[in-house]
T-cell receptor, first 109, second 111 residues
Framework: GQQVMQIPQYQHVQEGEDFTTYCNSS?????IQWYKQRPGGHPVFLIQLVKSGEVKKQKRLTFQFGEAKKNSSLHITATQTTDVGTYFC?????????FGTGTSLTVIP | EAGVTQSPTHLIKTRGQQATLRCSPISGHTSVYWYQQALGLGLQFLLW???????NRGNFPPRFSGRQFPNYSSELNVNALELEDSALYLC??????????FGQGTRLTVV
């Protein structure tokens, strides 16, 4: 069945270091979305990518959608303590969202 | 515009009891998704409702069920509660399978 895997599962970085999480799907996706869940909170929508090879930026965050529309990445430049949380990707395949397993980011001051 | 609302915020039940969780989607959204998030874990897909019908369900036993009402709100029912059912239950709504917006969740504790 459809699966969306994310790596790494956990990541600890020093404040100021960069961070990347990768999302891989077993099938082609119609689009991919990224969400952030702060500790104790609920997932909040960050961005949606639709086109093959698409790259979008939000300040220090860079999102990419693979050429084959099967993978995606989120890169954070110069992490800050406010970046702490779990980042989920969600791919749309068929008519359903498939959420990745999430990457939990800890930023050490 | 109101976001996705879930009630109750917290729910404590005894093993063997039934729990009912409610979700009101964003106005105009016809799809409702339910997810279970156990402590420290990812989102496990439970159910998807669209236009009043169950479209898909995750790998959960039949004691997890739900429905969607004509106004697109939804209920998740969990029968014969087990200790392992303790988790955050998240509801999300979307329109035409575009962006999913999440509610704050219901924290279910089974004792």
């Amino acid at each position: 069945g459809q699966q969306v895997m994310q790596i790494p599962q956990y990541q600890h970085v020093q404040e100021g270091e960069d961070f990347t999480t990768y999302c891989n799907s077993s099938t082609t996706l119609s689009n991919i979305q990224w969400y952030k869940q702060r500790p104790g909170g609920h997932p909040v929508f960050l961005i949606q990518l639709v086109k093959s090879g698409e790259v979008k930026k939000q300040k220090r965050l860079t999102f990419q959608f693979g050429e084959a529309k099967k993978n995606s990445s989120l890169h954070i430049t110069a992490t800050q303590t406010t970046d702490v949380g779990t980042y989920f990707c969600a791919g749309l395949a068929g008519n359903q969202f498939y959420f990745g397993t999430g990457t939990s980011l800890t930023v050490i001051p | 515009e109101a976001g996705v609302t879930q009630s109750p915020t917290h729910l404590i039940k005894t093993r063997g009891q039934q729990a009912t969780l409610r979700c009101s989607p964003i106005s105009g959204h016809t799809s409702v998704y339910w997810y279970q998030q156990a402590l420290g874990l990812g989102l496990q897909f439970l159910l998807w409702y669209d236009e009043g019908e169950e479209r898909n369900r995750g790998n959960f036993p039949p004691r997890f069920s739900g429905r969607q009402f004509p106004n697109y709100s939804s209920e998740l029912n969990v029968n014969a509660l087990e200790l392992e059912d303790s988790a955050l239950y998240l509801c999300a709504s979307s329109l035409s399978r575009r962006v999913a917006f999440f509610g704050q969740g219901t924290r279910l504790t089974v004792v």
